[in-house]
């Protein structure tokens, strides 16, 4: 009776333990894994506009920030050109992590009939050095004037980026430097 009681124990807590996993999460309840933590209107079309976003997550994993305009077609063309955001992440009046996004190449767009989506970073939450809520303030330094047509009508979106199938962020090349 006592070794029965410990296997169980043991396969509890195992399964627990898997259930809590990224990977688990990722696979069997993507919906609410891949929801958005940030959806804001931000218009990166106009140099100087600023935004403080409190990163409020539920998952320890790799995170994007996108832009998105409605409509599909920005993601089936594919477009490219310039605009870069500056970004900084703070808690408790620290600087974690800061810098600017690379320009929008051709590769990486993605989205529904509804939206085109850009990531244009990926950081990890936590940061190691957070002592407390973490707030990441972005300001248009280059504006993204191949969106013209799409200006009062952009967005910054936040979501996971990991994919479970090869446990890492689908867009490793966007990863800031998180290291001070």
Same mark, same amino acid.
């Given at each position: !009776?006592? /070794?029965?009681?410990?296997?169980? =124990?043991?396969? *509890?807590?195992? $399964?627990?333990? @898997?259930?809590?996993?990224?990977?688990?999460?990722?696979?069997?309840?993507?919906?609410?894994?891949?929801?958005?933590?940030?959806?804001? #209107?931000? %218009?990166?079309? /106009? /140099? $100087?506009?600023?935004?403080?976003? &409190?990163?409020?997550?539920?998952? %320890?994993?790799?995170?994007? @920030?996108? @832009?998105?305009? #409605? +409509?599909?077609?920005?993601?089936?063309?594919?477009?490219? $050109?310039? +605009?870069?955001? !500056?970004?900084?992440?703070?808690?408790?009046? /620290?600087?974690?992590?800061? +810098?600017?996004?690379? &320009?929008?190449?051709?590769? $990486?767009?993605?989205?529904?009939?509804?939206?085109?989506?850009? #990531?244009? =970073?990926?950081?990890?939450?936590?940061?190691?050095?957070?002592?407390?809520? @973490?707030?990441?303030?972005?300001?248009?330094?280059? #504006?993204?004037?191949? =969106?013209?047509?799409?200006? +009062?009508?952009?967005?910054?979106?936040?979501? &996971? %980026?990991?994919?479970?199938? *090869?446990?890492?962020?689908?867009?490793? %090349?966007?990863?800031?430097?998180?290291?001070?």
């Amino acid at each position: !009776m006592k /070794k029965l009681f410990v296997i169980l =124990m043991v396969v *509890f807590a195992v $399964g627990v333990y @898997v259930f809590n996993t990224n990977r688990f999460q990722a696979f069997f309840f993507n919906e609410t894994f891949y929801e958005n933590i940030v959806d804001l #209107p931000y %218009d990166v079309l /106009k /140099k $100087g506009e600023r935004i403080s976003i &409190p990163l409020k997550y539920k998952y %320890d994993t790799c995170y994007d @920030v996108a @832009v998105a305009v #409605p +409509g599909r077609e920005l993601s089936d063309s594919r477009e490219s $050109g310039d +605009g870069r955001l !500056m970004y900084q992440f703070v808690s408790e009046g /620290k600087i974690l992590a800061s +810098g600017v996004t690379k &320009p929008i190449v051709r590769r $990486g767009w993605g989205g529904s009939d509804a939206i085109s989506i850009r #990531p244009l =970073m990926v950081f990890d939450l936590p940061f190691s050095e957070a002592h407390g809520d @973490v707030i990441l303030q972005l300001e248009v330094v280059e #504006p993204f004037l191949f =969106m013209k047509e799409y200006e +009062g009508h952009t967005t910054i979106v936040i979501n &996971p %980026d990991y994919a479970p199938k *090869f446990d890492k962020c689908y867009h490793e %090349d966007l990863r800031i430097d998180q290291a001070k």
